[in-house]
Nanobody, 119 residues
Framework: QVHLVESGGGLVQPGGSLRLSCVAS????????MGWFRQAPGKERELVAT???????NYGDAVKGRFTVSRDNPQKMSYLQMNNLKPEDTGVYYC?????????????WGQGTQVTVSS
């Protein structure tokens, strides 16, 4: 059984920073693309950022220049550094990873961590 667990969410004032972490556990052969998505109340889940196994990155337009995604392959972790946070960044942030396990390659999701940007 593979699990993704996020941490690092919380309440922050506009202009502040947060760093989210995601760790994968279980019987894992390989972790391919890792990503972060978010969902605000009443809105669809949207892409925040993805990072490939060699470090190639992709960002949603709303966060370009403010957020940075990274990963630590030996530790099976990904990180999302969020700077200059805005109220519209509020939402539940989900970690996602495409993982090879015995017999298949599947996308997994974490349970989400709440980020609230408010004064």
């Amino acid at each position: 059984q593979v699990h993704l667990v996020e941490s690092g969410g919380g309440l922050v004032q506009p202009g502040g920073s947060l760093r989210l972490s995601c760790v994968a556990s279980g019987i894992i052969f390989n972790i391919h693309v890792m990503g972060w998505f978010r969902q605000a109340p009443g809105k669809e889940r949207e892409l925040v950022a993805t990072i490939g196994p060699r470090g190639n990155t992709n960002y949603g337009d709303a966060v370009k220049g403010r957020f940075t995604v990274s990963r630590d392959n030996p530790q099976k972790m990904s990180y999302l550094q969020m700077n200059n946070l805005k109220p519209e960044d509020t939402g539940v942030y989900y970690c996602n990873a495409e993982i090879s396990v015995p017999g298949r390659r599947t996308a997994y999701w974490g349970q989400g961590t709440q980020v609230t940007v408010s004064s």
